[in-house]
């Protein structure tokens, strides 16, 4: 059974820090490509930052760069998300997600197979 399960998130304020997690079961720890995608209101889900678990090469959206951070602890199947410096258009559902095989688009929501149910977070001023 495929599960990925988030965990933190909750509200921040404008400039400040969040992180999430992505705790994977081991089958699902062995696909390629991990990461996380977000979702606004009306709007389509978007990557955000993956990471390759197999060599550690990672992927971000030019609207994350240089805020977000995601890494990867091989010993307990999971993968994080820091994010800093945060900013209003950062409030949206944030999902895990999980990949079989090699992603020619690591950063698109339908090269991934496998979701987790997401964790809202909140950026205020």
């Known amino acids: 059974q495929v599960q990925l399960v988030e965990s933190g998130g909750g509200s921040g304020q404008v400039g400040g820090s969040l992180n999430l997690s992505c705790a994977a079961s081991e089958y699902t720890y062995r696909r390629n490509h991990m990461g996380w995608f977000r979702q606004a209101p009306g709007k389509e889900r978007e990557g955000v930052a993956t990471?390759?678990?197999?060599?550690?090469?990672?992927y971000y959206a030019d609207s994350v760069k240089g805020r977000f951070t995601i890494s990867q602890d091989n010993a307990k199947n999971t993968v994080y998300l820091q994010m800093h410096n945060l900013k209003p258009e950062d409030t949206a559902m944030y999902y895990c997600a999980a990949a079989d095989g090699w992603v020619a688009s690591p950063l698109r929501a339908f090269a991934y197979e496998y979701w987790g149910q997401g964790t809202q977070v909140t950026v205020s001023s």
């Open positions: 990471i390759d678990t197999g060599i550690g090469t990672t």
